[in-house]
């Protein structure tokens, strides 16, 4: 089999991996990079496999909308992507893009198999839960007799409403293991502790009646913190507060995971309508706000919508507080300039942060031991790690090159397994 990188490879975002035998060519993921609109990818696919919901891994797909190749990925992956495209559409339609329309959307969702088990000419291709957001999945690609093992974005770790990859489940002894590297270089304190810094950090805003920014994925992210404060303050963790969500789009998926609680762990499962909130409140704008408040909202890296509004509106007062829950920001966007250089631009101001900016990973990426973790498990004679910065990609390199080949390729780059 021919594997070539087209698109995360030393880095985050756009992932993309074609790979062919004589009689078929798939694309292991389609994503789009937040910063570049446009598609540089292939289209000459018979099948696209997605791993999981989340637009660097999906959201090149309404390029392929003229070709027809067969889409494979579970239904919470097809619901939700097609949701995010959906959203893509308007976005770029109100800054006056019309490459695509809602028709394209509705196209990618009919050429949609949501299975977990495809056979294609001389290939067999099989999915396995991935853990890090409802519906991802690790794909196997068997043919000519070798087999590579994809994992898209995984967490070995269980978190409060999903269950880790089973890495039990996967297939032994892979001639390759393409493996995500996000945090390659880092070993995370246990989930528990984050969640009590991530606490601690909330009362003593509250302390002080400051508001606090989060901003957060629409996608699982936006589901898991609201229900976490929501718990906590039926449990008298937090004191009462007002709490928001603002985003349509992560309104409309929570009601998928009220429809899918089997997705999720048994103790989500036994609760009737598990995402429907007690003390947490959804608005349409941020004119609604009673402050002080606590406000989760889109989108995560704050670079648009209500996140980046209330980061401006939030940041230069010093009772505030902006917690970060994702480990990755990319280079430039506000969240990472408010955190790092406590100073960004906002409607041609310049914005001095004097607010706390407190970074907790709660991401649902493996850390380093997992990812070794999953290297010792699955003990594959050839390792590729994409999707990572190349310091992350070379610190998880240089802990399990002594277990299996490592490569960690550029760009366009071509292995043959
Ligand atoms: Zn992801």
């Known amino acids: 089999m021919k594997i070539e990188l087209l698109g995360g490879a030393r880095e985050v975002g756009g992932s993309c991996i074609a790979v062919e035998n004589g009689c078929c060519k798939i694309a292991l993921d389609y994503g789009v990079k937040i910063e570049e609109a446009s598609n540089q990818f292939p289209k000459n696919f018979d099948a696209i496999i997605v791993s999981h919901a989340h637009l660097d891994h999906s959201g090149n797909l309404l390029g392929l909308s003229e070709k027809n190749p067969v889409v494979v990925g579970s239904d919470i992956t097809r619901d939700v992507t097609t949701d995010l495209l959906y959203d893509m559409v308007k976005i770029q339609s109100q800054k006056g893009n019309n490459f695509f329309d809602d028709q394209d959307v509705g196209k990618i969702k009919d050429l949609w198999l949501t299975r977990d088990c495809v056979a294609l000419p001389g290939m067999a291709i099989q999915l396995y839960p991935a853990g890090h957001v409802a519906g991802a999945k690790i794909t196997s690609v068997h043919s000519e007799g070798k087999e590579i093992v994809y994992t898209g974005d995984f967490c070995i770790h269980d978190t409060e409403i999903l269950e880790g990859c089973n890495v039990d489940l996967l297939p032994k002894e892979p001639d390759v293991l393409i493996t995500e590297s996000t945090y390659g270089g880092i070993v995370r304190s246990p989930r528990n502790e984050l969640i009590d810094q991530f606490f601690r950090q909330m009362l003593s805003t509250m302390s002080r009646k400051g508001n606090v920014l989060i901003p957060t994925f629409a996608f699982h992210r936006s589901q898991e913190m609201t229900r976490r404060i929501d718990q906590a303050m039926k449990d008298g963790v937090l004191p009462r507060y007002n709490v928001y969500t603002i985003s349509n789009l992560a309104h409309r998926i929570t009601g998928y995971f009220n429809e899918n609680k089997q997705l999720f762990t048994e103790e989500v499962q036994k609760q009737e309508q598990p995402f429907e909130y007690r003390h947490v409140k959804h608005l349409y704008r941020t004119g609604q706000i009673k402050e002080p408040a606590v406000v989760i909202c889109t989108s995560g890296f704050g670079h648009a919508g209500a996140s980046l509004h209330l980061l401006a509106q939030w940041a230069e007062d010093e009772a505030n507080s902006i917690i970060l ?91 043959v397994a």
């Open 325 to 415: 829950t994702s480990g990755y920001l990319p280079p430039d966007s506000p969240l990472k300039l408010a955190k790092e250089n406590r100073s960004f631009k906002y409607d041609g101001d310049t914005i001095s942060v004097q607010a706390e900016v407190e970074q907790i990973e709660l991401s649902g990426h493996a850390d380093q031991l997992e990812l070794i973790q999953l290297v010792r498990k699955l003990k594959p004679k050839r390792t590729v790690i994409v999707h990572g910065d190349i310091e992350q990609a070379e610190a998880l390199s240089e802990k399990i090159s002594e277990m299996t080949d490592v490569c960690i390729p550029e760009k366009g780059e071509v292995i």
